[in-house]
C-alpha cells in the first residue's frame, strides 16, 4: 500500500518562508519524478514543480521561479519544496505526488498540507 504524507504548512506572514515535506511509504520513487502541486481557494489545481529521480532536473511553474525550491531525498523517499519570499497568491493547498516514470500522469497523490499567506 502506497501512502505519502504532506506536513509542513501553516499561517506565514508575506515575505516568510516554509518548507514543506512529502513521505513517501509503501514504494520507493527514485527513478520517478516527484513534484508539487497547489490548488487556492475556488481555483483548479496547478502544477508548481516537479523533480526527476535519477538526473534530479527540476521545473517550475513561472510564478515561483526563484523563490522556490524543490527537492529530494532518495534514502528517505521523501521530497520537499522551500518555499520563500512567500506572497498571499500562494496561499493554497499544496499536495505531493509521484509517478514510477519520468513522465506522464501522476500515479499517487498526498492528502495536502494547508499554506495560508497573509499580507
Known amino acids: 500500500q502506497v501512502q505519502m504524507l504532506e506536513s509542513g504548512g501553516g499561517l506565514v506572514q508575506a515575505g516568510g518562508s516554509l518548507r514543506l515535506s512529502c513521505a513517501a511509504s509503501g514504494r520507493t520513487f527514485t527513478s520517478g519524478s516527484m513534484a508539487w502541486f497547489r490548488q487556492a481557494p475556488g481555483k483548479e489545481r496547478e502544477f508548481v514543480a516537479h523533480i526527476t529521480g535519477i538526473v534530479g532536473i527540476t521545473y517550475y511553474v513561472d510564478s515561483v521561479k526563484g523563490r522556490f525550491t524543490i527537492s529530494r531525498d532518495n534514502a528517505k523517499n521523501t521530497v520537499y519544496l522551500q518555499m520563500n519570499n512567500l506572497k498571499p497568491e500562494d496561499t493554497a493547498v499544496y499536495s505531493c505526488?509521484?509517478?514510477?516514470?519520468?513522465?506522464?500522469?501522476?500515479?499517487?497523490w498526498g492528502q495536502g498540507t494547508q499554506v495560508t499567506v497573509s499580507s
Open positions: 505526488a509521484a509517478r514510477t516514470g519520468s513522465n506522464g500522469k501522476y500515479d499517487y
